[in-house]
């Protein structure tokens, strides 16, 4: 995924970029990153793998692996925490015979949801902190 912006600030190996807000920052697991200025625009927290320097417009990009990686994260581990913890309490109900089937598969999926989003969080931290998810000038377009 590409952008374009301008470079605000640079400081060691990482620099201040504002950009224009785009309908795929919605899904994207380094938006923790991006501080907005206005609805339009938001100021993005990228490597500056190129020495870009205050007010060079730049193109950045992140990973096309770490953005499927982040997306699987974000939209189906949930889901997968949920239809597992459905299943396990299906089975506990079924090892236990006195308990009611459907309402162990609830609350045991919602044990897990929770415990899935919990986990998405750490991971969260996790993933804005490694700077292999986080996007990188690629080329400075003009100074």
């Keep these: 995924m590409k952008e374009e912006g301008i470079v605000i600030d640079t400081y060691g190996e990482y620099a201040k970029v504002e950009a224009r807000r785009s309908p795929s920052c919605e899904g994207c ?6 501080k907005p200025y206005d609805n339009a625009s938001m100021v993005i927290e990228v490597v500056n793998t190129i020495n ?49 089937k459907e309402t162990v598969s609830v609350i ?23 700077k292999r998810y986080k996007p990188a000038i690629k080329e400075i377009l003009s100074t």
């Design 29 to 34: 697991m380094s938006r923790d990153t991006c």
């Design 52 to 100: 870009a320097r205050a007010g060079d417009r730049v193109c950045f990009e992140i990973e096309a692996a770490a953005l499927l990686k982040s997306t699987f994260v974000i939209y189906l581990m949930p889901v997968i925490f949920l239809l597992v913890g459905a299943w396990a309490g299906g089975v506990a109900a079924d090892y236990f015979k006195s308990w009611d």
């Design 108 to 130: 045991s999926a919602c044990i897990f949801f929770l415990t899935g989003v919990f986990i998405l969080f750490s991971l969260n931290r996790y993933f804005s902190k490694n």
